[in-house]
């Protein structure tokens, strides 16, 4: 695992954090395409990008929170939880369509495949941090882990 990508004096920059912003930018690119594509602005897909952005950390914090009803968890920087911000991250994409009044099934259409490579690549975060090692394997495309699997966080 990789979970520090390098520090900028005592403040770690997290591999996780780094390619979150990857995928931010990779599914914005996507969507911004897919809406040109479909003669909508593709500024609007980086505005309703902010949109889930800001409603995705909000809701994926909630979710964290409301497991174990620790108001400490809502300060710290990690605890997210992915169907957390999925939930608040489609909400505030939903506001952010009726706001602008754009055709939801064509938004919806144009933002499935940004969704899906976002979550991909980030999911590959996920796994630098330790976290998501999967089930062990010995298929030959498996990852080993020499020094045995990453602790694992599951049901804490």
């Known amino acids: ?36 594509e479909r003669s909508l602005d593709g500024d609007d897909a980086w505005s309703l ?17 409301l497991l174990p009803c620790d ?15 999925f ?14 009044r754009l055709p939801l ?3 919806s259409d144009a933002l499935a495949p940004a969704l899906a490579l976002g979550h991909g690549i980030g999911h590959v ?3 630098f941090s330790g976290d998501s090692s999967g089930l062990p394997s010995a298929l030959p495309w498996a990852v080993a882990f020499p020094r045995g699997a990453p602790p694992s966080t599951a049901g804490a």
């Open 1 to 36: 695992m990789f979970p520090t990508l390098f520090r900028i004096g005592h403040f770690p920059i997290s591999t996780y954090g780094v390619v979150v912003a990857l995928a931010v930018f990779a599914a914005g690119w996507v969507a911004a395409r897919a809406f040109r």
């Open 49 to 65: 990008l902010v949109y889930g952005l800001i409603g995705g950390f909000v809701g994926a914090k909630l979710y964290y929170f």
């Open 87 to 100: 939930i608040g991250g489609a909400v505030a994409v939903l506001f952010g369509v009726l706001h602008k």
């Open 105 to 107: 099934g064509v938004v």
């Open 71 to 85: 108001p400490t968890v809502l300060v710290s920087r990690g605890g997210f939880v992915w169907y957390g911000g």
């Open 125 to 127: 975060g996920c796994f």
